[in-house]
């Protein structure tokens, strides 16, 4: 690629100084290079949440292109850093739970990091090892110049998802910066447990009992639960809204709070079901 592509996924924050300290290291290795930031905004220590945007925020770009996610970046024997090729892209992580749940047996290529920090203190790995390896990537450099394979990622345990023939019970994945809730459920996967029955969704003490196409299905100037509504987001997880409002604030949504969902058949008159 003549013009390399690294993103960013971070949990530093946009108060400090960091994401220009680590463009300035990327800038000065890869001639030519294009850092985009995916997000500065996870909370730290919040595996689940970083899982959720490196899913949804990252795939699309073209192959090629090198993913530094910093999240938590405490290395450790149980924790190492590693490097993933997954469709022809690569992502320079921790193995801390989030390369089993976003790449699972499927990852082409994984390898255990095995090059020189630039610091002899070990606290910014981002900056003082993870650019060294995205420099080496544009390079040329292949996985087997990195590291040793690795066969298998550190288990990721998720938070609990129920699923039984009546209910599902899942959970608020990410809430963005207009209050708008994903579920950890996408439309494709809601739709074929769902099987064509009608459902009720609860979330705190509002219902919702159909899934809504637009914003704008719902009235504009009345106040209250009527401008709730339960939508698919461009994610395509299915997302709880609110028209002109948040729906984080009106309801007091918390990230992974529990939402249960109920399905049923509805009985046709004049036959027997």
């Known amino acids: 690629m003549e013009s390399p592509i690294v993103t960013l996924t971070t949990d530093w924050g946009y108060h400090d100084f960091f994401a220009g300290m680590v ?3 990327l800038y000065s290795y890869i001639p030519n290079v294009r850092v985009v930031d995916i997000t500065h905004g996870l909370e730290p220590f ?4 970083a899982i959720f945007v490196v899913k949804n925020a990252c795939m699309g770009f073209p192959e090629g292109t090198i993913h ?4 938590n970046s405490s290395q450790s024997l149980e924790n190492p850093f590693v490097v993933v090729k997954f469709r022809g892209q690569y992502y320079i992580c921790i193995d801390n739970g989030l390369p089993k749940a976003v790449f699972g047996s499927e990852a ?3 390898v255990l990091v095995d090059v020189h920090d630039e610091s002899s203190f070990h606290t910014f790995a981002a900056n003082d090892l993870f650019c060294k390896v995205a420099a080496m990537l544009a390079h040329g450099a292949t996985l087997a110049d990195i590291g040793n394979p690795i066969e298998e990622f550190c288990q990721y345990t998720p938070i609990n998802t129920l699923i039984t023939d009546e209910m599902i019970k899942v959970y608020v ?3 963005d910066s207009y209050g708008n809730a994903d579920l950890n459920i996408t439309y494709e996967e809601f739709d074929k447990l769902c099987a064509q029955r009608d459902f009720i969704m609860y979330v705190r003490d509002a219902v919702f009992e159909r ?3 637009n914003y704008i299905d719902v009235p504009k100037d009345s106040r209250g639960r009527d401008r709730l509504l339960l939508t698919v987001s461009s994610t395509g997880h299915l997302q709880i809204a609110m028209r002109e409002a948040s729906a984080q604030q009106f309801l007091g949504l ?9 399905f049923w058949k509805k009985k046709q008159m004049g036959k027997q079901i």
């Open 46 to 49: 919040q595996i689940a949440k």
């Open 23 to 25: 463009k300035g290291k």
């Open 108 to 110: 082409e290529e994984a």
């Open 254 to 262: 918390q990230l992974f709070e529990s939402v249960i969902i109920k």
């Open 211 to 213: 899934i809504v196409h």
């Open 68 to 71: 530094i996610i910093d999240n």
């Open 173 to 175: 994945a990410y809430i």
